[in-house]
């Protein structure tokens, strides 16, 4: 079994600047590709970026530019530094992992609340 632990969410203003974290503990050889996703309320969880086990990564347009997701499969943990937040990136972040006969987004943390204020 796999768990995930995301934290570093909490309050920022427009145009600021945060950097999630998510833990991986447990059967860590079965992960493969990483992603965030972020759900608001009334609406679907949407995929925000991704990153291969060797690093290659893919995001959101809305979030293009302005997001880096990271992992250090030594600690096994996955990152996104989120920068010139924008209100509309207000949403609870989820941390997922593809895992074998998983796929990506099937498997989740307990998420974090990212809030940005104007």
């Known amino acids: 079994q796999v768990q995930l632990v995301e934290s570093g969410g909490g309050l920022v203003q427009a145009g600021g600047s945060l950097r999630l974290s998510c833990a991986a503990s447990?059967?860590?050889?079965?992960?493969?590709?990483m992603g965030w996703y972020r759900q608001t309320p009334g609406k679907k969880r949407e995929l925000v970026a991704t990153?291969?086990?060797?690093?290659?990564?893919d995001y959101a347009d809305s979030v293009k530019g302005r997001f880096t997701i990271s992992r250090d499969n030594a600690n096994n943990m996955l990152y996104l530094q989120m920068n010139s937040l924008k209100p509309e990136d207000t949403a609870v972040y989820y941390c997922?992992?593809?895992?074998?006969?998983?796929?990506?987004?099937?498997?989740w943390g307990q998420g974090t609340q990212v809030t940005v204020s104007s």
């Open positions: 997922s992992a593809q895992l074998a006969r998983v796929y990506l987004g099937d498997f």
């Open positions: 990153i291969t086990t060797d690093g290659s990564t």
């Open positions: 447990g059967r860590i050889s079965s992960i493969n590709a």
